[in-house]
């Protein structure tokens, strides 16, 4: 509508020519005029119209219904981020024990571990809790689901290990130990390219 009254008022000034400026001066007054009236009335229609909404959220503000629904929102946006800190830890340790073992693959002699023995962590790993655990956990490892890695983690069916931590060997196969965490006291299996024996 707006447009309209601008092109009326552009064309009004085309055709009255240069000689009839003040006519021209006047009209365009007038078609300014009902311009302003016009957007007038639209704002006030559009208040009208919003009017129920904008008591809606005073009066939401007012209970506290808003402040319970912004601190709902915030405690949501913190445990998306907690998760997304522990997918990100998850990942960089997962990367570590996938290099450390491919390293340890290539290494041609090394003791071989006993039962009663103690061995030192060479790097980071993940201590599977029962023996289907560490071949779920292994697996995930090896196809980089650093998802289904955090995922054992939650469950407490896989921990974290440090780099230095001592552990006892309680048995062993080919490419596995079942250990004893000195500090902790938790009972697992690790890979054996992962053990070094302790001095």
Request: aromatic share 4%; net charge positive.
């Amino acid at each position: 509508m707006v447009k309209r009254l601008y092109s009326a008022v552009i064309a009004a000034a085309l055709l009255t020519g240069c000689g009839q400026t003040e006519e021209a001066a006047k009209n365009t007054e007038g078609a300014v005029q009902k311009v302003k009236e016009e957007s007038k009335k639209a704002v006030n229609e559009v208040d009208k119209k919003t009017q129920p909404a904008q008591d809606k959220i005073k009066q939401e503000a007012d209970t506290g219904n808003l402040k319970d629904k912004t601190n709902q929102a915030v405690d949501k946006v913190k445990q998306e981020a907690d998760t997304g800190n522990l997918k990100d830890k998850t990942k960089q340790a997962v990367d570590k024990v996938k290099q450390t073992i491919n390293t340890a693959k290539t290494k041609t002699e090394k003791k071989i571990l006993e039962p009663g023995e103690q061995a030192v962590l060479e790097e980071d790993a993940f201590l599977a809790k029962t023996d289907s655990e560490y071949d779920k956990l292994y697996q995930f490892i090896k196809i980089n689901d650093y998802d289904g890695v955090s995922s054992l983690v939650k469950q407490n069916k896989a921990i974290e290990l440090k780099k230095g931590d001592t552990v006892e060997i309680i048995s062993r196969e080919a490419v596995k130990a079942k250990v004893l965490v000195k500090d902790t006291q938790d009972k697992g299996f690790l890979p054996t390219s992962l053990l070094q024996p302790r001095n």
